[in-house]
């Protein structure tokens, strides 16, 4: 191909792993490990508040499951603004939103203000996942995509440990050990600030409102920053301006097409399914963990050690779905992992012992986490430019919706049947997301549609 005639999104689809895809990277990824760090934090202030505001199941499945209220909205309508203002303005503000609201629930005198703070947290939150994962999908070389988006999503496993470690050293130190846990979440309003300044915006996303020159500059800066031979290489290029009453070549026009139309609808519906059914599961049991081996007769900083522990499995699940997906393919690992899920729920639901315990909850958190992985790689690879952010957004504010329903039913299905029912429905839930899969097309390798 020659070089005059490549759009921007094949030069970037086409550069090696660089310094500013590392930045930016790490720079989206340390946005999502705070936020996991705000959502794991919940489940250990769920278990002390059972012990120090004597709260019962029910008001404790609230305060698990309002901020998912927020969530759900957040996500909605975090992608809608991110496909009409731009990722790097609704990703710093979301953080802005979370981490001033989280800050503030540790000043909660009373549940009823615990659970609305909770609620604009949520907000925040929800808003902020689907954005990061779009534009660091739309950024990464086209051999990497996947691996990149997997690696994102493995800052979540980061943020949900250094939850734990604050939950295990912190919150049982006194009653108000929470209110300290909750205080660290005031973090993500300072680095709105870095977030806001150091990463880039979509360049898809400045094409689609005319920003032609903000979008060349923004290539070129990642050119730039590739190997000597390969920046000279594609440094060449010269994009230009569309003429008057044309569209632009680099971007082939913006026309919006639904996530509902006859092309998109099948990948819609599949990726609702498998959204819906993985937020029920993973929220079920992870929110309610320290709680539930609360309930099992060990006392407060056992239930935390064995969460810590079990949460430590998460990163080697990404580590392993971050080289299948690349590997196997996308579809392949987001099944293999939901299957896995599946058969570790369900070894939960029947251990009987500290050690079946803490081994099924670590290979829970393993195959759990890197189907998460897989599932935000899947995500943006699906949409075109236009309704990318729309499209992720409103998949997973479905799925916030399980998420909701999750630690709601936890005390109902205790009251039935125990943790084998609770683990037994989670673990039918795995299986559904996994047939699910099945209607998701193989994206491998391909570049991201722009129409």
């Known amino acids: 191909m020659r070089p005059e005639t490549r759009t921007r999104t094949e030069r970037l689809d086409e550069l ?46 609230w305060v698990g499951s309002i901020g998912f209220v927020g969530m759900a909205i957040g996500a909605s309508v975090g992608g809608l603004l991110a496909d009409r203002i731009g990722r790097r303005q609704v990703f710093a503000a979301t953080l802005l939103v979370y981490g001033l609201a989280t800050g503030a629930t540790a000043l909660a005198g009373s549940l009823a203000v615990l659970i609305a703070l909770r609620f604009v947290v949520g907000l925040g939150l929800g808003a902020e996942l689907p954005v990061a994962s ?9 051999k990497q995509r996947g691996r990149m988006v997997v690696a994102l999503e493995a800052f979540w496993a980061v943020g949900w440990i250094l939850a734990a470690l604050i939950g295990y050293f ?44 903000e979008a ?3 290539v070129r800066s990642f050119e730039e920053s590739a190997p000597i031979g390969r920046a000279q290489e594609t440094g060449t290029e010269v994009a230009t301006e569309p003429e008057p009453g044309r569209s632009d070549p680099q971007t082939g026009g913006t026309a919006v097409e639904s996530i509902w139309s006859p092309r998109l609808r099948r990948r819609t519906g599949a990726l609702w399914v498998v959204w819906f059914c993985i ?45 299948l997906i690349e590997a196997w393919g996308r579809r392949g690992t987001l099944a293999t992992f939901l299957l896995g899920s599946a058969l570790a729920a369900g070894l939960f639901g029947l251990a009987d012992s500290p050690t079946q315990i803490v081994a099924a909850g670590m290979a829970l958190s393993f195959f759990n986490l890197g189907a998460w992985g897989a599932l935000y790689a899947i995500g943006p690879e699906l949409y075109p430019t236009t309704v990318r952010g729309a499209g992720t957004g409103a998949a997973a504010a479905f799925g916030r919706i399980a998420s909701i329903i999750a630690p709601l039913i936890v005390p109902w299905l205790l009251t039935g049947g125990g943790n084998g029912l609770v683990f037994g429905v989670f673990a039918v839930s795995f299986g ?9 097309p193989e994206l491998k390798g391909q570049a991201l549609a722009d129409r």
Do not use: C
């Open 16 to 61: 090696p792993f660089t310094r500013r895809h590392g930045r930016l990277l790490v720079g989206s990824g340390i946005g999502w490990a705070l936020d996991a760090m705000d959502v794991g934090l919940i489940s250990f202030v769920m278990a002390a508040l059972a012990v120090h505001w004597d709260l019962s199941k029910t008001q404790l499945s």
């Open 134 to 142: 779009t534009l660091v999908s739309e950024y990464a070389p086209r």
């Open 170 to 213: 912190v919150v049982p130190l006194s009653d108000d050990g929470w209110r300290w846990a909750l205080a660290v979440g005031i973090v993500p309003t300072a680095y709105a600030v870095v977030v806001r300044m150091g990463l880039p915006e979509s360049v898809r996303f400045l094409e689609s409102r005319g920003r032609y020159a």
């Open 216 to 218: 060349e500059a923004a």
């Open 279 to 323: 937020n029920l599961s993973y929220y079920g049991a992870f929110i309610w963990l320290p709680s539930l081996l609360l309930a099992q007769g060990f006392d407060l900083v056992k239930s935390f050690q064995y969460t810590l522990v079990i949460t430590l499995a998460q990163l080697p699940g990404y580590a392993v779905a971050a080289w």
């Open 432 to 440: 559904f997301a996994a047939t699910a899969t099945l209607a998701l």
